[in-house]
């Protein structure tokens, strides 16, 4: 099956720095990858959608200068958090859309990473 | 807008039992449906994917079926075991859009 990889899988922060996570679909190509935010409990929430090439699209509520999204790639997206404070720690996912069925799975399906553990101190 | 509601919340059953877990959408032009399981801490284990043209999946001792006329999934787990215990998320798929997940049910396998 299609394989999705991120980058850190963990890591710690202290408030005010920035940190970057990368999304990688491994043996496809992604030309629509989702980033998702889970906290403690709760179920996952949609922060943005980002298209090969293109700006990201944002779900309300989620600042997009804060949560910078990069998808210079078929294959790599980047989410960046800016100026991160502890209100941020929280686990994020990554998924990436497999359109055409390439990787083997069923069309459209989509293939989540194993996730990103943010805690700022 | 799309909302996905998943009941029971929370569910304990002792080993053996046959068990249910519900999901109902509102909005019923889906592309597809997807069963997850999350370990604690952990990312996402796709169970099963049942494509809207399809009336159920079947993987093991898992059962899932779609009635989308309804909005409604059933995920079926037979012969529970403590293994099984878990959160199990479902979400939906509506073309052009990222999935919608509902809050899900954290299930409980006693032995």
Same mark, same amino acid.
């Given at each position: ?121 | ?44 284990? !796709?169970? /099963?994917? #049942?494509?809207? +043209? *399809? ?6 001792? =898992?059962? $899932? ?7 409604? !999934?059933? /995920?079926? #787990?037979?012969? +529970? *075991? ?6 199990? =998320?479902? $979400? ?20």
């Amino acid at each position: 099956g299609a394989v999705v990889s991120q980058h850190p899988s963990w890591v710690i922060c202290k408030s005010g720095t920035s940190v970057k996570i990368e999304c990688r679909s491994l043996d496809f190509q992604a030309t629509t990858m989702f980033w998702y935010r889970q906290f403690p409990k709760q179920s996952l929430m949609l922060m943005a959608t980002s298209n090969e090439g293109s700006k990201a699209t944002y779900e309300q509520g989620v600042e997009k200068d804060k949560f910078l999204i990069n998808h210079a790639s078929l294959t790599l997206s980047t989410l960046t958090v800016t100026s991160a404070h502890p209100e941020d720690s929280s686990f994020y996912i990554c998924s990436a859309r497999d359109w055409g069925g390439t990787s083997g799975g069923a069309p459209n399906e989509q293939f989540f990473g194993p996730g990103t553990r943010l805690t700022v101190l | 807008k799309q909302e996905v509601t998943q009941i029971p919340a929370a569910l304990s059953v002792p080993e053996g039992e046959n068990l249910v877990l519900n999901c109902s959408f509102t909005d019923s032009a889906i592309y597809n449906l997807q069963w997850f399981r999350q370990d604690p801490g952990k990312g996402l284990t !796709s169970l /099963l994917l #049942i494509q809207s +043209s *399809q009336r159920e999946q079947t993987s093991g001792r =898992l059962n $899932a079926s779609l009635d989308k006329s309804s909005g409604r !999934s059933t /995920l079926y #787990i037979a012969a +529970s *075991q403590p293994g099984d215990s878990a959160t199990y =998320l479902c $979400a939906v798929n509506q073309a052009g859009t990222a999935l919608i997940f509902g809050k899900g049910t954290t299930l409980s396998v006693s032995s």
